[in-house]
C-alpha cells in the first residue's frame, strides 16, 4: 500500500473515531483520549504485521535453501533407497521435506 494511501486511511480512520465517540459523548476529552488509544492501537497493530511478514519471509526463505539443498542433493546422484531399504530417518526426511514444500507459495 502506498504511504499516501496510508496516510489517507489512517486519517479517516481517526476523524471517524472522533466523530462516532464525540456524538456519542458530547466531551471533548474522551475524544481526545479516544482517537490517541485508537491511533496507538493501529500503530502496534502495524508494527505487528511488519514483524509478522519479516518472519514469514525469513521462514520462506530457510525452507527455499532446504529444498535447493534437497535438489543439489539429486543433482550429485545420490539415489533412492529400494523399498526394503526404507529407514524410519528416510521417512521422517521426506515428512520434512513434504512439510517445507507446503511451505512454499
Known amino acids: 500500500m502506498p504511504f499516501r494511501m496510508f496516510c489517507r486511511v489512517l486519517g479517516l480512520?481517526?476523524?471517524?473515531?472522533?466523530?462516532?465517540?464525540?456524538?456519542?459523548?458530547?466531551?471533548?476529552?474522551?475524544v481526545v483520549v479516544t482517537t490517541l488509544t485508537c491511533s496507538l492501537l493501529l500503530q502496534l497493530a502495524y508494527f505487528a504485521s511488519v514483524l509478522l511478514l519479516i518472519w514469514r519471509s525469513g521462514c520462506?526463505?530457510?525452507a527455499g535453501q532446504r529444498?535447493?539443498?534437497?535438489?543439489s542433493c539429486k543433482e550429485v546422484g545420490?539415489?533412492?533407497?529400494?523399498?526394503?531399504?526404507?529407514?524410519?530417518?528416510?521417512?521422517?526426511?521426506r515428512d520434512q521435506m513434504l512439510a517445507i514444500s507446503l511451505l512454499l507459495p
Open 13 to 30: 480512520v481517526l476523524c471517524s473515531t472522533a466523530l462516532t465517540v464525540y456524538f456519542a459523548s458530547h466531551s471533548i476529552g474522551t
Open 67 to 71: 529444498a535447493e539443498h534437497f535438489g
Open 60 to 62: 520462506v526463505s530457510r
Open 78 to 93: 545420490s539415489e533412492p533407497p529400494e523399498l526394503d531399504e526404507v529407514t524410519n530417518e528416510d521417512l521422517l526426511q
